[in-house]
């Protein structure tokens, strides 16, 4: 069974950082494309970064230079530093996972999510 579990979302001040983890069960990260997207109330659900098995490395232009998506292996986490954070960063978290080694981008249909972690930003 596969479970994937946010962790370390919270509130900070403009300009703050944070970072996720996503720890997986039951499923190998290294040997899958992984995703983080976002929720905002009110809002569509947006693809923030992915990465594949390969470590190739896709982000939004809303967040180049700003978050870096990463993963442990032995760990099986795959993780979100989010630096310079602004308030329309805020939002729900959610890590996916897609079931394949190489294709792997934002628009793809993630076949396990989690169930998310709040981030607020505040001015």
């Known amino acids: 069974q596969v479970q994937l579990a946010e962790s370390g979302g919270g509130s900070v001040q403009t300009g703050g950082s944070l970072r996720l983890s996503c720890a997986a069960s039951?499923?190998?990260?290294?040997?899958?494309?992984m995703g983080w997207f976002r929720q905002a109330p009110g809002k569509e659900r947006e693809g923030v970064a992915s990465?594949?098995?390969?470590?190739?490395?896709k982000y939004a232009d809303s967040v180049k230079g700003r978050f870096t998506i990463s993963r442990d292996n032995p760990k099986n986490t795959l993780y979100l530093q989010m630096n310079n954070l602004k308030p329309e960063d805020s939002a729900q978290y959610y890590c996916?996972?897609?079931?394949?080694?190489?294709?792997?981008?934002?628009?793809?249909?993630?076949?396990?999510w989690g169930q998310g972690t709040q981030v607020t930003v505040s001015s």
């Open positions: 039951g499923v190998t990260v290294g040997d899958n494309c």
């Open positions: 996916a996972l897609l079931r394949s080694r190489y294709y792997c981008n934002l628009a793809s249909s993630y076949d396990y």
């Open positions: 990465i594949n098995s390969v470590g190739s490395i």
